[in-house]
């Protein structure tokens, strides 16, 4: 039974060019015929999926814990309650997403009427990543579904657990025909890009960005691609410096041990202020985290010994390892990094070139706060910039003069946030009881933020989603416009003659 069951899922994983065009080919007459455009198609599938986070809640967020050790409060915050908030906005807002939008119409086509339609754009592929496994999967297909498409969503490998409880899952509840999930690494995902598909929307690095942008472009296919990079924190001396600390702690090691797109990468200060910051940052880590970080329930472990190597090369180069200031503790065989900050580190170590996307934070200190736009802008285009100040004139530039996928002034990664609704609060989740209760119910009723893109900008990505945004990156806008056959006038009609040009 055991060798039978084992053959069953070597088959289940094994997906070649040949499985992956033939399940391509069946989608696609599904799409043809309709279903998935209707409007009660969508809802359903919406609710299928928001009954199925409300019922099966303890395996994800097992499966989460499995995966990264993720604290039971954060997987619920940021993966089941944003997926369900995805879920429940797309729910409310269809109807009205879906409507046409009129617009005006120039003399030139007079008599007539204009509408934009938004129309889906086919068979989708998603491609996701492992830091968040369930959000960063399942949100893209919410937008998907919503605007009428059929979609197969691909989880990461790394995160196997959460890969495979969507497999399952989503087989039990949603339309098979046209919602599917693959489950793989390299291989199988190459034979999914070799395959046509109406669009890719791929989150994860750069290099792999690159893969899927080649392979789309041999078939004309659109991308989105969510990818990353060094995000900078400016920290002015004018601030609120607890707070600040706080929502820095939050953003960086409260947020998946730094294994975030948008977790600050690295902070920019200036010279004097840099002591004062570092203490405060010291003193509230314990507060979070207690006396001795490695033994915090509260933070999750670096994925995989491969991250964990890869943070230990960039915290053990000769030209960083006498700058730590805090932490610098690790336990390989728990794949667990102590929070670990480094003042003043060469711009050319590898910690100031590479992501980090772990908890290692450097700081880079300045003469004056403007200097930190050179060192920002002499990098790629982060996903997110943040800066903390009450300066109004340094917020004005730092607005204008640097270029990123977001940015926030006086928090960190509430721009990445969905919709929340206090209602989804579960009871036995105390809220005010410890400061990062304090924290998330700060985070429970500020955000609101579905209305801003999500999405980077040169390097760090191209395209944006979320809310509405997640709807209008799976659909075509269609322009359409309506003729009487009235107006008929031969000036445009040939032949051509000097009369008819003047009459233009
Ligand atoms: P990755 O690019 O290595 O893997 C992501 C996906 O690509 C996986 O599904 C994987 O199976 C597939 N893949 C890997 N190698 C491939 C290959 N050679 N050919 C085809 N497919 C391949 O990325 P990662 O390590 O999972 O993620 C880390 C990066 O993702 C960081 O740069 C981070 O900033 C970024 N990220 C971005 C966002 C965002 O929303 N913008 C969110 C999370 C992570």
Redesign the pocket.
């Known amino acids: 039974v055991m060798a039978e069951e084992e053959e069953e899922e070597k088959e289940r994983f094994e997906l070649d060019g040949e499985r992956a065009g033939a399940m391509v080919k069946e989608m696609r007459e599904c799409f043809n015929r309709g279903n998935t455009k209707s409007y009660e198609w969508r809802v359903t599938q919406l609710k299928s999926i928001s009954k199925m986070i409300d019922e099966k809640e303890n395996d994800i967020i097992q499966a989460l814990h499995n995966d990264l050790s993720k604290p039971q409060q954060e997987a619920f915050i940021s993966e089941i309650s944003m997926t369900k908030s995805s879920c429940k906005l797309a729910l409310k807002e269809l109807k009205h997403w879906m409507m046409p939008e009129k617009v005006k119409t120039s003399m030139a086509t007079y008599p007539s009427s204009a509408e934009i339609v938004s129309e889906p754009l086919g068979v989708v592929l998603v491609?996701?990543?492992?830091?968040?496994p369930f959000l960063?999967s399942l949100d893209p297909v919410i937008g998907a579904i919503a605007a009428g498409n059929a979609v197969v969503l691909?989880?990461?490998?790394?995160a196997p657990a959460t890969s495979s409880v969507l497999a399952k899952l989503l087989e039990e509840y949603v339309d098979n025909t046209a919602i599917r999930v693959v489950e793989?690494?390299?291989a199988?995902?190459?034979a999914l890009?070799e395959q046509k598909w109406d669009k890719i929307f791929?989150?994860?690095?750069?290099?792999?960005?690159r893969?899927?942008m080649s392979?789309a472009a041999k078939h004309l296919t659109p991308v989105s691609?969510?990818?990353?990079?060094k995000c900078p924190a400016v920290v002015d001396s004018d601030v609120n410096i607890e707070v600040a600390v706080r929502r820095i702690i939050a953003g960086k090691w409260a947020c998946n041990c730094g294994q975030?797109?948008?977790a600050p990468d690295y902070l920019i200060t200036t010279k004097g202020f840099a002591p004062k910051l570092i203490e405060s940052l010291r003193s509230e880590l314990k507060v979070f985290f207690g006396e001795d970080t490695m033994e915090s329930k509260d933070l999750s472990r670096i994925v995989n010994l491969h991250?964990f190597k890869r943070l230990s090369r960039l915290m053990d180069e000769d030209k960083v390892s006498d700058k730590i200031v805090l932490g610098g503790h690790r336990i390989e065989n728990q794949l667990k990094i102590a929070p670990t900050i480094f003042l003043d580190v060469p711009e050319d170590s590898l910690i100031m070139e590479e992501?980090i996307?772990g908890p290692l934070l450097p700081i880079v200190t300045v003469e004056n706060l403007e200097d930190s736009f050179a060192v920002i802008n002499s990098r790629p285009k982060p996903?997110a910039a943040y800066l903390f100040t009450n300066n109004e004139g340094l917020k004005k530039d730092f607005v204008k003069n640097i270029s990123s996928?977001g940015m926030v002034v006086n928090d960190t990664i509430l721009q990445?946030n969905h919709w929340f609704n206090v209602k989804t609060w579960p009871d036995n989740i105390e809220v005010m009881g410890s400061s990062l209760g304090a924290i998330t119910l700060c985070i429970m009723l500020k955000v609101t933020v579905s209305t801003l893109p999500?999405?980077?900008v040169g390097e760090?990505?191209m395209g944006s989603y979320h809310g509405k945004f997640s709807f209008d990156a799976f659909s075509h806008k269609k322009a359409v416009l309506y003729r009487s056959f009235e107006g008929d006038s031969s000036t445009r009609y040939p032949p051509y003659t000097p009369q008819k040009l003047r009459l233009l």
């Open positions: 491609i996701s990543t492992w830091n968040y960063l691909k989880p990461s490998e790394i793989g690494a390299v199988e995902t190459s890009l791929y989150t994860g690095s750069g290099r792999v960005g893969i899927v392979a691609l969510e990818l990353g990079g975030a797109c948008i991250h992501e996307f996903l996928g990445g999500f999405g980077g760090s990505g």
